[in-house]
């Protein structure tokens, strides 16, 4: 018997590179606990959900590799894990994941979310998808939760909403990838700009013609598909040979710059990416009164002297001493001590790349 209309779809196929060394390959950020909290970023995204949305009705999308992470940590049924047979960025594994649902409920309304971002204020989270899924549910349109922008952050996208809509809800005007300072600063001063989270909600009947429209080859490479779930972790039959067909493309890239019926939704529920190093000490709730946040080590094994501002990530069960450091990003793993300051995290990727070379792909 169908419970629920309402599903969730949870992206955690990414490998967060910009957290390495800790994220690594066999291990992305989405299956850390990187807010020291005792629960990994995938975990505290599923428990978000079960609140509201019946639990055969959460499914996470990731890749072979990480299925079986996937299963232990979230507590689902094998047959809410999805594997993808290759990474080709989001859009197809949204078209993928709606194909597969819309067999189960033609019905459905969706929420798609990342696997890997905080969200402090939960109850209000949970009132403005209810909002948004009611929204998606009498009309023919999708819809992206707006993060109402508290600083010019540069390393996000941003919505241009119209202003002048009349209810909560704004058709979008435009989308912008991580703008210049200046531009970012005018988007805020200007009232009409939000933070684009990533977070989509729609029906599966409004998606499958969006793609249709905008996205047509990525659409009907999906139409003969049908994959069924399983009560064992496999990729869905037939999936492969797709995957070898389709290009890698982004939602953004395939539907949503393109689409007419796409609304946004604002939201104050302190949201953040927890992108990169630097975000997660900003906005991490547990660090010390000198500002410093301490992760997988307890606090009885550090002596933080005359330091503030740092972020130490252990996962080795050994005294740590921090003295006179400031703004300063540690990471002590078993095969790599990095030392960094904080203000370097653009330039994760490229010293990333610098240990493989000299070290080799086990660092990957």
Known sequence: MQLSNDYVFIMAGGLGTRFWPASRHS???????????????????????????????????????HGQLALEQSGLAPQNIIMEPA???????????MRF???????????????????LNEAEFVKKLQE????????????????????PNTG???IHFDAQAQGNISKVKQFTEKPQLEKAKAFLAGGEHLWNAGIYLWSVQSIQKALAKHSPSLYQAFQNYNGQLQNKLAIPQGSAAIYEQIESISIDYAVSEKADNIYTLPADIGWSDVGTWQALQQVA????????????????QCQLSNSKNNLLYSSQNRPVILYDLDNMLVVDEPQLLLLAPLSAEQHIKEIRQAAVDQWGEDLL
């Open 87 to 97: 990474r080709k960025n989001t859009a197809p594994c949204i078209a993928m994941g």
């Open 156 to 158: 996000y996208g941003y």
């Open 285 to 300: 709730p547990n660090k010390d009164e000198d500002n410093n946040l301490v992760l997988g080590l307890d606090k009885k």
């Open 27 to 65: 291990l992305p950020k989405q299956f850390l606990d990187v807010l020291g909290v005792g629960q990994t970023l995938l975990q505290l995204t599923v428990k978000r959900f079960e609140a509201f949305i019946p639990k055969e009705n959460i499914f996470i999308v990731t890749s072979e590799e």
């Open 132 to 151: 948004g899924l009611d929204f998606v549910g009498q009309n023919e349109a999708l819809l992206t939760l707006g993060i109402q922008p508290h600083y």
């Open 101 to 119: 649902l819309e067999q189960i409920n033609p019905q459905a309304r969706v929420i798609l979310a990342p696997s890997d971002h905080l969200i």
